[in-house]
């Protein structure tokens, strides 16, 4: 299918063959109409991708926050690379999306009907139910393609709760503005529209509006106060996009006493206590569609607000839309100027940044006959040559595209084929890399009989799942951390693993591989005493709402994440596990998330303690990790895999690196050399079991 992308890197756009995506439980899968191309939030993608990166850091001051902080913790090296992996990303643009449904796994829709969704500018779409309507009959298609854009004015409206006859300005004539003019109307009020291009003011005339224009030399103020005699106005909806603070400013000085300023658009946000204390006035930034934005239990998971204590969510905010368009309440036609197919989308968006003057762009779809074949494969560049060796990667985001395929590759392997659910990540990569193919469907490399290794690099709820499939279906397995997520799935894949000793299975423990764990391992050889050892993970704060905080789908940060340092110190000490404690931080009301503060306590055969600090609740600025092991009157002492110095050591005493290694190549090469017969396995799979039981026993310990 033909899918709409934009690159970061040089805001060029593009019109790219994606494979379908897939339809997830709780998603419908629409064929696109029609998509209407958002204006303002479209040519800011578009201006920021063609600025240098100079201009791309003004424009992001957090992000070159995040980017020093980085540099100073893990080398410019590695930084820069990381930062140029990210804009190398296309994105997909778009999120005002009409067709009809053709796969629904859930409930509430059917198969043809007509929906509206935040879907993308993609022949095809999957979109979570909560992110879709219906659409009323007697709605066109080109009509409902504005839903979502007005559903951000309503939402701005509903905050502002303007009564019947108020009188309100909305500030910033453009899509949305132009459909909050509307809206207010239809709810009877009186409304004063303020911009600087004649033809917006004159379609906010033609809606019922009067208007005022500050690039005429008109007075904004002055004509405030006569539309709303003399009283100052109700409020203010501001949904102009300007780096400007004089909106706001302007806002505040029509306004009444108590009146309402709400912000739906970008605007300067230095404000003025005077112009606000002696009105009290109320202000209120307004976030997109409604409630439920940037909620995943309720975007992704599909869990509704109850209507009872939540009367308008995003979606109920595209229902009432469509209300509004199914009355004649709102008059779209005169927004339309311009119509291009998918072909032309490039087009479309060239036209965001040129002169010639746009409203509503609408991108249409060519429509296949009924009972066209849904394609989830695409053929790339690339060719996978037969033999050993053979690799599909399951997963294609940022760790799989910025280090693990960049590896396999390095490593000789033959790329075939690359899925992820969405496929634009997997074309993206797979071109780049040198794939044959990009699927959605991980059946595309499970099922597969030229594809003898299976890389898995999904979200940790998939792993054990995937990790069977192919084990059964006799491919050799690499699974980034974790394994699996909890001990019944542990059983079931360390029971699958014995029944095929000739099958390898690895896991991404890759810090063991660095070169300068293999030089502490090596020193340590030699010591034939129990080891003291020591490791402190600067790991840094994720949000409590983040999936990998969720037992469920990432089963928390100590199997995700933790499981390395646990590999780590079993590998140092050289003996099993023989038992092990945690201990978290205790409880306490600025601390929402526990299990990620903790210190844990293994103990090795051989009479070796392990200490792991695993800590979220340090600085970004000290280093990330540090491995101390004290031993036999004898230190090492490893600092973020960069420094690593030796006291007591005959003839050692440092070993530095310019830019990290942690080992990802070596564990690769490694893996692919067991595959292949040339070297024995890499890690035993009776130590990964080992690794990953204890890793799951602790986080289980770590949540009571």
Known sequence: MKQLLQSLKDGATTVADIPVPRCADGQVLVQTSVSLVSAGTERMLVEFGKGSLIQKARSQPDKVKQVLEKARTDGVAATLYAVRSKLDQPLALGYCNVGRVIEARTEGFA?????????????????????????????????????????????????????LGECVVV?????????????????????????????????????????????????????????????????????????????????????????????????????????????????????????????????????DYPIGFVRWTEQRNFEAVLDLMSSGALDLAPLITHRFDIEEGAQAMALLTSSEPSMGILISYPQPATGAPVIRRVPLSGSAKPGKGVVGFLGAGNYAGRVLIPAFKGAGSSLHTVVSSGGVSAVHFGKKFGFAHAATESVAVIDNSEIDTVVIATRHDAHAGQVLAALRA??????????????????????????????????????????????????????????????????????????????????????????????????????????????????????????????????????????????????????????????????????????????????????????????????VAGFLSGTKGEAPIAIPVAEIIEISRCSIEIAEAARL
Not at 226 to 244: C, L, Q
Not at 245 to 261: D, F, G, L, T
Not at 533 to 543: Q, S
């Open 111 to 163: 198969l043809g009907d007509r929906v509206v969704s935040n879907g993308k500018h993609a022949e095809i779409v999957a979109a979570p139910r909560n992110l879709c309507a219906r659409i009323p009959e007697g709605v066109s298609d080109e009509a409902a393609s504005f839903t979502v854009l007005a559903a951000i004015g309503l939402q701005g409206i509903r905050l502002a709760k303007p009564t």
């Open 171 to 303: 500030t910033g004539l453009g899509l949305i503005g132009l459909l909050t003019v509307q809206m207010l109307r239809a709810q009877g009020c009186r409304v004063l529209g303020i911009d600087l291009d004649p033809a917006r003011l004159d379609l906010a005339r033609r809606f019922g509006a009067e208007t005022v224009n500050p690039a005429a030399g008109e007075d904004v103020l002055a004509r405030a106060a006569a539309f709303s005699r003399g009283a100052g106005v109700d409020a203010v909806i501001i949904t102009a996009s300007t780096k400007s603070n004089e909106p706001v400013s302007q806002a505040a000085r029509m306004c009444r006493k108590r009146a309402r300023i709400v912000l739906v658009g970008v605007v300067g946000l230095e404000l003025s206590r005077a112009e606000f204390y002696e009105k009290e006035l109320t202000f209120q930034v307004s976030c997109s569609y409604g409630p439920g934005r940037y909620d995943p239990a309720y975007e992704d998971g599909g869990q």
């Open 474 to 667: 006799g491919k050799h397995v690499f699974c980034e951390k974790p394994l699996c997520l909890t001990l019944n799935e542990l059983a079931e894949i360390e029971d699958e693993a014995k029944e095929r000793p000739e099958q390898h299975l690895m896991v991404g423990f890759n810090r063991r591989f660095a070169p300068q764990v293999v030089k502490m391992k090596a020193l340590l050889v030699s010591i034939d005493a129990p080891k003291s050892i020591i490791i402190t993970v600067n790991a840094g704060d994720i949000p409590p709402d983040h999936w990998t905080q969720d037992p469920a789908v990432g089963g928390g940060r100590l199997i995700g994440e933790a499981c390395h340092f646990i590999d780590l110190a079993r590998h140092l000490a050289g003996h099993p596990i023989t038992s092990q404690h945690v201990a978290a931080l205790g409880q306490h009301p600025s601390i929402p998330v526990r299990d990620d503060k903790v210190s844990l306590t293994l103990q090795f055969a051989d009479g070796s303690v392990a200490t792991i600090l695993y800590l979220a609740n340090g600085d970004k600025g000290f280093p990330k990790e540090r491995i101390e092991v004290f031993a036999a009157g004898r230190v090492l002492q490893l600092d973020n895999f960069l420094k690593l110095r030796g006291w007591g050591w005959p003839g050692f005493s440092k070993m530095n690196l310019w830019r990290q290694d942690k080992g990802v190549e070596d564990c």
